[in-house]
Nanobody
Framework: QVQLVQSGGGLVQAGGSLRLSCAASGRSSSNYAMGWFRQAPGKEREFVGAIRWSGLTRYYTDSMKGRFSVSGDTAKNTVYLQMNNLKPEDTAVYYC?????????????????WGQGTQVTVSS
């Protein structure tokens, strides 16, 4: 079992930055990769980015690459999502997730554990 606790988020003006954190605890040995997703009201959950612990390989959705950056601290079992130049359309609940095996990093149902979600609101 892996538990994920998110922190960060909140309200920011357009053009601003935020950093989200997600700390994993429990059976860390089964934590193969972690990802970030977001869900805006009335929309489907959307892949943002992910990091595979082995080699710290990163994956991104093309539309967010350049503004969003995923990083990880293996010693702390924590993954971060740095969001820069935020836009009002980035407003959503952001979720971190962990998976126990390889596969399609952008596919939400392939992840095994989920954080509680954190609201990010970008004002214009």
């Amino acid at each position: 079992q892996v538990q994920l606790v998110q922190s960060g988020g909140g309200l920011v003006q357009a053009g601003g930055s935020l950093r989200l954190s997600c700390a994993a605890s429990g059976r860390s040995s089964s934590n193969y990769a972690m990802g970030w997703f977001r869900q805006a009201p009335g929309k489907e959950r959307e892949f943002v980015g992910a990091i595979r612990w082995s080699g710290l390989t990163r994956y991104y959705t093309d539309s967010m690459k350049g503004r969003f950056s995923v990083s990880g601290d293996t010693a702390k079992n924590t993954v971060y999502l740095q969001m820069n130049n935020l836009k009002p359309e980035d407003t959503a609940v952001y979720y971190c997730a962990a998976r126990t095996n390889d596969g399609r990093m952008s596919v939400a149902y392939e992840y095994d554990y989920w954080g509680q979600g954190t609201q990010v609101t970008v004002s214009s």
